[in-house]
């Protein structure tokens, strides 16, 4: 069974850092992109980040540039989002995917990550 799973969310007060783990399981994550992706209340889903499979290459939107790092660690089958000088508006329920960050194959569930004092 293909499953995705994000783990590492919760609340956290602005200035902090926190670090989102995607597990997968079913599939080799070596073979795919790999996408993080958020949706804030009231908001469309987003794309904030993104890394290839081959090079390792990756992507940031601009929101997000300069705090968050994404990395995959093959062997243990899991892509990470590090994410620091958290602030409110990063507050969203945060997605990990799998395949073309413009169109992924799978997606986790979703967890929630709460900025606030």
């Known amino acids: 069974q293909v499953q995705l799973v994000e783990s590492g969310g919760g609340l956290v007060q602005p200035g902090g850092s926190l670090r989102l783990s995607c597990a997968a399981s079913?599939?080799?994550?070596?073979?795919?992109?790999i996408g993080w992706f958020r949706q804030a209340p009231g908001k469309g889903r987003e794309v904030i980040s993104c890394?290839?499979?081959?090079?390792?290459?990756?992507y940031y939107a601009d929101s997000v540039k300069g705090r968050f790092t994404i990395s995959r660690d093959n062997a243990k089958n899991t892509v990470y989002l590090q994410m620091n000088s958290l602030k409110p508006e990063d507050t969203a329920v945060y997605y990990c995917?799998?395949?073309?960050?413009?169109?992924?194959?799978?997606w986790g569930q979703g967890i929630q990550v709460t900025v606030s004092s």
């Open positions: 995917a799998a395949g073309l960050c413009s169109d992924p194959d799978y």
């Open positions: 890394i290839s499979t081959s090079d390792h290459s990756t």
């Open positions: 079913g599939f080799p994550l070596d073979f795919y992109a």
